[in-house]
């Protein structure tokens, strides 16, 4: 029969057991402490798991995007250096060079050869305080500044004189560091 307000409901009486001892306080707290540890490396397990699970896609993942990264950042350090580069030689402009040899010699060696680089330079005049038009020269490719050689070399490699082209045909650098070489040692190597 359902209970109803008249009639308190009963509970089954229970047998009679031994009581468990109480707990105290500190036990409870120290077990609650030790699940608490239980619980948070079993959580940890749980995501070591799942990101082991995900890792081989996370890696493949990753490759791409550092791969792509990577291409990115040359693009952009060979953009830099262009500009750099380019900026750098718009300073430069009208370069020439001129060949000679020495009179009593009718078929000198490279060697033997001097070639006379003129240019100008853009250059900072303190007395009209502008950007001005300066003539410079080298009485040989060897001395010229760094960066009217790599002028000659990027910007205008139809200048350099098809003897020294020879040296190595295409690859205007090369054929340069080979004479410079050769003009320090005294000597061409072939």
């Not at 699940?35 to 699970?53: G, H, P, S």
């Not at 953009?79 to 300073?91: I, R, S």
């Not at 010699?105 to 050869?113: A, Q, R």
Request: charged share 25%.
């Amino acid at each position: 029969m359902p209970p109803c307000a008249d009639h308190p409901t009963e509970r089954p009486l229970m047998p009679k057991t031994k009581k468990s001892p109480a707990l105290n306080t500190r036990d409870l707290a120290n077990r609650i402490t030790s699940i608490t540890q239980d619980l948070n490396a079993a959580n940890a397990d749980v995501a070591l798991l799942q990101r082991l699970k995900d890792a081989e896609v996370n890696a493949k993942r990753l490759e791409r995007e550092l791969t792509d990264m990577q291409k990115d950042l040359s693009v952009a350090l060979a953009d830099e250096h262009d500009a750099k580069q380019q900026a750098a030689f718009a300073n430069i402009r009208n370069m020439a060079i001129t060949s000679s040899a020495p009179v009593e010699d009718l078929n000198p060696g490279l060697l033997k050869m001097t070639y006379k680089v003129t240019y100008e330079t853009l250059s900072y005049d303190s007395s009209t305080r502008r950007n001005l038009w300066r003539a410079n020269s080298a009485h040989s490719i060897r001395y010229l500044p760094d960066t009217a050689l790599k002028y000659l070399i990027e910007a205008k490699p139809e200048l350099i004189p098809q003897r020294i082209m020879d040296l190595a045909p295409g690859k205007p650098a090369e054929a340069i560091h080979q004479y410079i070489q050769a003009i320090r040692r005294g000597y061409l190597s072939s």
